[in-house]
């Protein structure tokens, strides 16, 4: 069975630090690339951030500097590590996994993506 499960979501302060879990099961790891998406009520879902397989990364303008990515593949799982947080960062964070088979590549839009997880909320007060 595929899995992804995220975990680490919560209340904040403005200004504050949240580490963001993705958990993954039921798939070789090694060959996807992982995205993180957000989507906040009455907004469409964005693409946060993305990791390849073999670690590059990239994010949204909004997040650079703030957020940073990583996985740990004998673990089979993915984090987001996110400082200086803003009401703006309030959301539901979900992860996503799809292959790939060029090691650099990741995808910044949710269409490629091949499973998700459910979701973990994420609320910044001001």
């Known amino acids: 069975e595929v899995q992804l499960v995220e975990s680490g979501g919560g209340l904040v302060q403005a200004g504050g630090s949240l580490r963001l879990s993705c958990a993954a099961s039921?798939?070789?790891?090694?060959?996807?690339?992982i995205g993180w998406f957000r989507q906040a009520p009455g907004k469409e879902r964005e693409g946060v951030s993305c990791?390849?397989?073999?670690?590059?990364?990239d994010y949204v303008d909004s997040v650079k500097g703030r957020f940073t990515i990583s996985r740990d593949n004998a673990k089979n799982t993915v984090y987001l590590q996110m400082s200086s947080l803003k009401p703006e960062d309030t959301a539901v964070y979900y992860c996503a996994a799809e292959e790939v088979f060029i090691d650099s590549v990741c995808y910044e839009t949710a269409s490629p993506y091949d499973y998700w997880g459910q979701g973990t909320q994420v609320t910044v007060s001001s």
């Open positions: 990791i390849s397989s073999d670690g590059s990364a």
């Open positions: 039921g798939f070789t790891f090694d060959d996807y690339a």
